[in-house]
């Protein structure tokens, strides 16, 4: 048994209105993802924790999620991206903080697990690091897409709060513009993550993203901190999504780890989860697998975008699940 699922970030208040005129890309982007993926996975051709990294990779390279190239852009103006990945047998785990060279993040935090030490690396010294290891050198100016330049400018206009205008795809879309309020105006969506279980029961987790707009310098989110955003054991890998400082305060990834050990409900356990980070203003949500194959992929916002393959089944959503 082989099974991957995915995640593109969730957020939003308020009921779903439908997909956006860009959301068929992100769908197309996530179901090459797992087609490829998965079929890998499913193979025996990729292990767990190659099968999260190239997912997570394929996710960097679509402009439409925050991560990778189309990142949002931060207070100075420039990209800065986190990853983290963890293997569940041995509880590897490797991390980049604030990166801003790298094409693929995710591959730095590989690189950095299969090395074995340190577990974190930042700013820099990260990106230098996995240059010399191989990972491509891009620029900020190929980083940064129309729509992120769009959603800082009107964010810096608007003078609000960091992550304010993050999925505001009116900026390329004016047809949108009386979505934008109502649909678009929390922070928390575009982070990815993947989540895999390999025939061998291997688990393993992989998350990155370029955190918020207008973000400050020197900003740490969930997503390279091993136990908020990311986690596998081996007996669960879990990669989640949201506002990361509530992720952080509750040690959300290892908390739901926590969880499942004592009740082996999973679902439960992630209700509960969520629950706690909700009063935080962390609403958010969160993919995870455990060794017996079972998967969820819950949100308390308006979306998340997901998807799932096992056993050659592919499914993808946005909204409510039945309101595909």
């Not at 990294?53 to 439409?64: F, I, Q, W, Y």
């Not at 299969?114 to 010294?125: F, K, L, R």
């Not at 916002?301 to 409510?320: A, C, D, F, H, Q």
Request: hydrophobic share 40%.
């Amino acid at each position: 048994m082989a099974i991957l699922v995915i995640h593109g970030g969730a957020g939003g208040d308020g009921p779903w209105l439908g997909k956006t005129p860009l959301d068929p890309a992100r769908i197309d982007c996530m179901k090459q993802v797992l087609q490829q993926v998965g079929s890998k996975l499913e193979s025996g051709e990729i292990d767990c924790l190659e099968a999260v990294t190239l997912a997570v990779e394929m996710l960097e390279d679509e402009p439409l999620f925050n991560a990778g190239q189309g990142s949002v852009i931060g207070e100075d103006s420039t990209i800065t991206m986190d990853a983290s990945i963890m293997r569940g047998s041995d509880k590897a785990a490797g991390a980049i903080i604030n990166v801003s060279k790298l094409r693929h993040p995710i591959r730095a935090a590989n690189v950095i697990l299969q090395q074995g030490w340190p577990v974190i690396m930042n700013s820099n010294a990260a990106d230098e690091f996995g240059i010399a290891n191989g990972v491509e050198e891009v620029s900020q100016d190929w980083l940064k897409t129309e729509l992120r330049l769009g959603q800082w400018q009107q964010w810096k206009n608007s003078k609000d709060r960091p992550g304010s205008t993050d999925e505001d795809d009116s900026v390329l879309d004016h047809d949108l513009e009386g979505r934008v309020v109502t649909e678009f105006s929390d922070e928390g969506m575009g982070t990815v993550g993947a989540v895999a279980l390999d025939s061998n029961g291997g688990l393993a987790a992989a998350t990155s993203t370029g955190g918020m707009t207008g973000k400050p310098a020197g900003r740490v989110g969930d997503t390279a901190i091993i136990g908020a955003g990311t986690w596998a054991d081996n007996k669960i890998a879990v990669s989640c999504t949201g506002v990361g400082e509530a992720y952080i305060r509750t040690c959300a990834a290892h908390s739901l780890a926590t969880r499942y050990q004592f009740s082996s409900d999973l679902a439960q356990s992630a209700t509960r989860l969520l629950d706690e980070v909700a009063p935080l203003g962390g609403r958010g949500g969160l993919i995870a697998i455990t060794s017996d194959g079972e998967f969820i992929m819950p949100f308390q916002t308006r979306l998340m975008y997901r998807g799932s393959w096992k056993n050659g089944s592919l499914e993808v959503g946005i909204g409510p699940p039945l309101e595909q």
